[in-house]
């Protein structure tokens, strides 16, 4: 059995180091971004020894740029940051608000997004809304930086897409077309602090016509990994997103989820609200779009 | 509502005196003590719900650096059986393999080895370096499954209780309560309308913010001193001295300031294993429970399974009812299937009912109290029952409770007489409430529910001090878990008639002061209350004997007003009144110090009623509850400190609709807890509630000098029914079973579509 | 087990201390430098009892580790009140008697503290759902959202 460690690099070489010489020796090591599902796994669930490689101290993973053709959003900043950036809230309520979706006030004051999707929990509530924005992974590693988008980042419950000796730098978004909005909408069974049951994000485009061009629609919780549902997105566009595509849109996501009955919800029960979650999320960013 | 009674400081709201001290971060609760050269104590749960224990070995923990003690049920002495006493009820016996496993493990979670060190890190390598073997059994996870016939035994020396001849075959069934009246069969003959329902409610805990903690330390001569939270610390002590065969005066327990515990922190856990701990380390031992623990080990409340029959003539006129009520009691006899039997129809007048109920050993943890222990679970059943009566009556359902309700000189269900009660007035209150006609938004809906709670005295223990200066210190043996000490300061100012500002009040440990029974019962502020009157009375007859002696007249010629001594009317005596100041500042020269004091076992506890209004929506796409508006209305029979009152109103609605929508034990079938944390377990959260509206109706308990009730349980017993009627009233649909979960009023809504 | 040297701030005053790597603020907080106005509730980050603010920013000590205090402001209850006595907050919370057993009281005041530092005049809905991490179970929350209104009258007055 080893014994804790702790280390703050202040350079990406630096982490990126810690992590090599970790991985070379059959040694732990973990990321702590926020450390709102670290510090839980660390007292409950997996206490064994590790080092434990703190980035709050790289300047790329605080970093976060608005900028004129893609939006990037680093590992480390808190979402109560995210929610005080105004640009970024215009640019991307449906991310805001999943991201704002996540733990307390508390918890906000620590959790990131990109722990969230790292935690490759099947109901992180920023993965939907990152899927739905299109968004992609920048991950750090000794032979420099790879993109990968974030359907592909979760491989399952709780694995993720990251090899031994990299990790999670960053998020990139492309900037969204004009007349262009997400929305993401989540169900639990009280009004704070659970996890979600059910999650549903969703990105569209109009036209001047007020008819969906694009769209994207993801879902979270019914699966186990978030799921880019193609088909409640076909069923948006080419509509002006009325009640019959919003139905349609619902009934593909129903048809899409393959969830399980835990405590949390039954099958039956997560299928049908799935679908509602959809619905309500589309006419959401519809409206967005329209305004 | 209130009689006019002349008060200066009973129904005021002044600042309690402990609340700076807890606004600020210096009170100090269980987990608060640090001792010099301490170790942390900790504890190694079954990951079974139910096996044997072939053995258990802590050799290698002891062995390792830094630990200094380890421990298992071999390490205790056999307790003899007997009553523990108190609220929680009990046999030792059982608390002290509830404490500590000894052959079998009852629940996931039950303790079975303890270990003390250095650091907690070194704490929890040690409890994975005990080696235990178990020979796993099957467990049995609910009432019906643990009735059956067939059912794998949890003891197999369990023979029902209360039979009229022992039975020739153990079962999982502790014992049973039967309470008859009248002809059951001619009743409902003799009904209009008759209504049924099967109610089943899972498990719950009170869930108490606050850890069980303690610190224990213990001599080379065999005095322990120990710090913990906990509503009894008298209790507390009894029981580890019987669990540990020691001599109750080799141990003091100190009542830290505590965390919340609703009847919850009414038994020991740590406090004996911190104990022996100590003894076996010669050092102060710091145990804490985590938040898992405390769900997977405390003792919860029952779940339940309860069968109903209402008949009713078509005025309203109940003619007859019957009830079966089953009650988990975890892993040892002792769920409260009493009460609840008792309180099922205690509202109401009955000519003709059955009631059967029975204690359940299943494979969980051991119940403990929770607020007004087993009858939200009856009354829920009753009330729902009531709810669907008056709809089939097309009656008004307050009318239809006001038609059937007791009042004084009504003999209860479970036996006596009740003497001047006050459920009529809060019915009527309620039904005069604006909440109970304000239009609801659409599709909303508005249920209404009854509940009733006994109430207990007990034996209390108070002394009052004055000051040299006249100000006055009360010293009672009950811990202060919601205000009480305020309450104390406030009949004691009232009694001596000086300003509440000169009066404090602390809580003293087992060595500093009487006996008391524990917090719990609804009792302190009536029982210990009056003891504290009591001993007010006396320093103002000792008060009136120095006065008499500085006058040079007889004791009876004097007389106490506005918190000064007169001469009594007619009296020809030319003196100056005597201030409690002024009879302080001499006492010197009178007899020495003023000490009051008063021990009693207080009878003529006064039932309380309330009656609750809940204005709540369903989505009917998600089945999710929104709680729009609750009224909480209840006879305190008189609010010493109304603010106090009204926080117990509406902590227990709070409670009572964490309940009813989403509060849940969930087991998975080897009896794992599988939501033992806040995250899952859902109580509610700022965000989930409405403001809650209080009425305090106040119809005096004649037995109390100031016409006390107790307040803090009834208002739990009525919220569940409440919210399931309002979700009947807001959807059409009946779900007889809790928690309201939006999964199961999805199911239920979409299959009467 | 080694432990790490830590500098921090503790409401105001230079603190330093060692810790191993795995120990949160919390139990630093409590176990280590006695400093128990911080109370733990869950250790999961689901109660709110250890509420502090970290550089300002509300955060569940018990979801940071000690040694990321290095370098950093916390504020604990015992923080809150001035030398010139209580804190509006605190005296709002005696006054509406918005707490009953008073274990989750510090950690209110603190997410109180750090609610009306940012929000000078929160409605209703904002209190609550600040205030969704602080669990209470006496009180059914009315009269702690009735303190914060207050309090949060009596600081826009002074401001």
């Known amino acids: ?291 | 509502m209130a009689e006019a009674v002349d008060y200066k400081v009973v129904g005021t709201r002044p600042i309690r005196p402990d609340g700076v001290d807890k606004v600020t971060g210096r009170a100090q609760y269980g987990a608060d003590l640090n001792l010099p050269n301490m170790l942390y104590g900790k504890v190694l749960r079954s990951p079974h719900a139910h096996a044997k224990i072939k053995s258990v070995d802590v050799s290698k923990a002891l062995a390792m650096d830094g630990v200094y003690a380890a421990v298992s049920g071999a390490d205790f002495p056999t307790a003899a059986h007997g009553d523990i006493g108190g609220e929680g009820g009990g046999d030792v016996a059982d608390v002290a393999k509830n404490v500590m496993a000894r052959d079998k493990v009852l629940y996931h979670g039950h303790a079975v080895a303890a270990v003390a060190a250095t650091s907690q890190s070194i704490a929890d390598a040690a409890l994975a370096a005990i080696d235990v073997e178990y020979d796993v059994l099957t467990p049995v996870l609910d009432v019906d499954e643990a009735m059956a016939d067939d059912a794998p035994l949890l003891d197999e020396n369990c023979f029902t209780a209360n039979l009229p001849e022992k039975p020739d075959k153990p079962s999982n069934i502790a014992a049973v309560m039967q309470l008859a009246r009248g002809n059951v069969e001619e009743g409902f003959e003799a009904a209009d309308v008759i209504v049924e329902g099967d109610y089943n409610i899972p498990m719950a805990h009170q869930g108490y913010i606050e850890p069980h903690a303690c610190t224990a330390t213990i001599n080379e001569a065999g005095q322990a001193t120990v710090w913990c939270c906990t509503q009894g610390h008298f209790e507390f002590r009894s029981m580890t001295a019987k669990l540990l065969g020691m001599e109750i005066a080799d141990l003091k327990f100190i009542a830290s300031e505590i965390g919340g515990g609703f009847g919850g922190k009414t038994v020991v856990y740590l406090e004996p294993l911190a104990v022996l701990l100590s003894k076996q380390s010669g050092r102060p031992v710091k145990m804490m429970m985590t938040r898992e623990d405390v769900f997977r080990a405390t003792g919860p409340t029952s779940g339940t399974h309860c069968k109903v029959k209402v008949g009713a003539k078509k005025d309203g006129t109940l003619t007859a009812a019957t009830a079966w009520l089953a009650y988990e009691a975890g892993a040892f006899a002792g769920a409260p299937m009493g009460p609840g039997a008792m309180c099922v129809f205690a509202p109401y007048e009955l000519e003709n009912f059955h009631i059967e109920a029975f204690d359940v050993l299943v494979n969980k943890p051991k119940v403990a109290a929770y607020r007004a222990p087993g009858a939200p679970q009856a009354a829920h059943a009753i009330e729902v029952a009531l709810d669907d009566l008056a709809r089939q009556l097309d009656m008004d359902p307050i009318d239809l409770r006001l038609k059937n309700a007791v009042s004084e000189g009504t003999q209860a269900s479970y036996g006596p007489k009740f003497p001047r009660i006050g459920f009529k007035e809060c019915l009527e209150a309620a039904k005069a409430h604006p909440n109970y006609t304000k239009p609801l938004p659409e599709g909303a809906g508005r249920g209404v529910a009854a509940g009733f709670w006994f109430n207990v005295g007990m034996q209390s223990s108070a002394e009052v001090h004055i000051n040299e200066n006249g100000s006055v210190i009360v010293v009672e043996g009950n811990p202060d878990i919601g205000g009480s000490r305020a309450s104390m300061c406030i009949m004691a100012a009232e009694t001596l008639g000086v300003e509440y500002d000169s009066v404090r009040a602390l809580v003293g440990d087992t060595e500093s002061t009487g006996f008391s029974n524990v917090t719990g019962g609804s009792r302190t502020t009536f029982a210990t209350g009056m003891a504290v009157i009591e001993a007010c009375e006396d320093i103002i007859a000792q008060c009136k004997a120095r006065a008499a002696a500085t006058w040079g007249v007889d004791e009876d010629q004097v007389e106490w007003e506005d918190g000064q001594a007169v001469p009594a009317p007619g009296v020809n005596a030319d003196v100056k009144p005597l201030s409690l100041a002024d009879i302080a500042a001499s006492a010197h020269k009178t007899g020495g110090p003023l000490l009051g004091r008063a021990s009693l076992n207080a009878q003529g506890a006064g039932a309380s009623f309330a009656v609750n209004i809940c204005d709540l929506q369903v989505d009917a796409e998600t089945g999710k509850v929104d709680v729009l508006g609750f009224t909480a209305v209840q006879d305190a029979g008189r609010a010493i400190h109304p603010d106090y009152v009204e926080g117990q109103m509406q902590g227990g609605a709070s409670q009572g609709l964490g309940w009813a929508l989403n509060e849940e034990y969930i087991f998975d079938k080897n009896g794992v807890m599988e939501n033992a944390g806040f995250l899952d377990y859902r109580i509610p959260v700022a965000s989930d509630l409405p403001m809650i509206d209080c009425e305090i109706v106040e119809v005096p308990n004649p037995s109390h000098p100031y016409g006390v009730r107790g307040v803090g349980e009834t208002p739990i017993v009525a919220p569940l029914a409440a919210a399931a009627n309002a979700v009947r009233d807001a959807t059409g649909v009946r779900v007889n079973d809790l928690p309201l979960s939006p999964p199961r009023l999805l199911d239920a809504i979409d299959s009467a579509e | 087990m080694s432990k790490v040297q830590v500098e921090t701030r503790i409401n105001g005053e230079g603190v330093e201390f060692l810790c191993e790597p795995q120990q949160t603020l919390l139990e630093v907080l409590r176990e280590t430098l006695s400093r128990t106005g911080t109370k733990e509730g869950c250790a999961t980050g689901d109660c709110g009892a250890c509420s502090v603010l970290l550089d300002g920013r509300l955060v569940c000590s018990c979801l940071v580790l000690g040694v990321e205090a290095e370098g950093k402001e916390v504020t604990t209850i015992e923080g809150i009140a001035g030398n010139d006595g209580l804190h509006p907050i605190q005296q709002k919370f005696l006054e509406r008697a918005a707490l009953q057993c008073g274990i989750c009281t510090p950690g209110l005041i603190v997410a109180t503290k750090a609610l009306l530092d940012k929000h000078k005049n929160p409605d209703e809905e904002t209190i609550r759902y600040w205030l969704a991490g602080n669990l209470c179970r006496c009180t059914g929350y009315d009269k702690i959202i009735r303190a914060v209104q207050d309090a949060a009258e009596e600081l826009a007055y002074e401001a």
């Open chain 1, 1 to 291: 059995m080893g014994a804790f460690a702790y280390v703050a690099p202040t350079t990406v070489a630096e982490a990126l180091g810690v992590l090599e010489e970790h991985a070379s020796q059959g040694k732990r090591a973990q990321i702590l971004a926020g450390g709102t599902d670290l510090l839980v796994q660390l007292q409950s669930v997996d206490r064994t020894p590790r080092t434990i490689v703190d980035i709050k101290k790289l300047e790329e993973a605080n970093r976060v740029e608005v900028g004129a053709d893609e939006t990037f959003v680093g590992a480390a900043v808190a979402s109560a940051v995210l929610n005080e950036n105004e640009e970024l809230k215009q640019r991307f309520p449906g991310l805001i608000e999943a991201a704002d979706l996540i733990g307390s006030t508390q918890i906000q004051g620590r959790a990131t997004i990109a722990g969230n999707l790292c935690n490759a929990s099947p109901a992180g509530d920023t993965i939907p809304a990152l899927i739905a924005i299109g968004a992609v992974c920048v991950i750090a590693s000794e032979s420099g930086n790879r993109e990968l988008a974030v359907e592909d980042f979760v491989t399952g419950v709780g694995t993720n897409a990251l090899q031994d000796g990299e990790f999670l730098v960053g998020l990139k978004i492309p900037n969204p077309p004009a007349r262009t909005a997400d929305a993401y909408l989540r169900f639990i069974p009280r009004t704070e602090m659970d996890i979600a049951v059910a999650g549903a994000g969703v990105a569209l485009t109009l036209d001047d016509a007020g008819t969906c061009t694009a769209a994207r629609v993801s879902i979270g919780a019914v699966a186990p990994t978030a799921l880019l549902v193609t088909a409640a997105a076909d069923a948006l566009v080419g509509t002006s997103v009325d009640d019959d595509a919003l139905a349609a849109a619902a009934a593909a996501c129903s048809a899409a989820a393959s969830p399980i009955t835990d405590k949390r919800g039954t099958v039956e029960y997560r299928r049908k609200v799935v679908g509602v979650l959809c619905k309500r999320a589309a006419a959401i960013a519809r409206d967005r779009a329209q305004a």
